[in-house]
């Protein structure tokens, strides 16, 4: 399997700093015996670092915002926007697609699915993050 996608079945809470919180708790489930949890997969941090590299302004844009206060509203939404339009701007880099495609073809065409982020920094024993990110 790819560096750029796990299985659930290939990850447990060792794994969180690769799949996130969710995917380490999604992995753990699907080991218990009696839990339904649908087949799945985690999209790795090892991806999402090199889809970044497509966005080299990104630290640049970062850093700048890590200096704005809470009310440097227009500032922080300029900059919020200028991150976002970058991000969508990019084109996954083919090994990541070819492996997400895989994973999905694995999975079946005709199946519906759940899109959901999986922060390293969330569902923490001491900190949640929970709906700060996108869900689809």
Known sequence: ?????LG????DKSK???AGGKGANLGEL???E????PAGFCITTEAFKKIMEE???????LHQLSFLKSDDRDWINELSAAIRKGIEAITIPAGINSAITQQL?????????AIRSSATAEDLPSDSFAGQQDKY
């Open 34 to 37: 009696g839990i339904p949890v």
């Open 105 to 113: 073809n694995r999975l079946g065409k005709n199946n519906a699915y």
């Open 30 to 32: 699907s080991r218990i």
């Open 16 to 18: 969180h700093m690769m």
């Open 55 to 61: 966005m080299p302004s990104i630290n640049e844009l």
């Open 8 to 11: 659930f079945q290939d990850i």
């Open 1 to 5: 399997m790819s560096s750029f996608v």
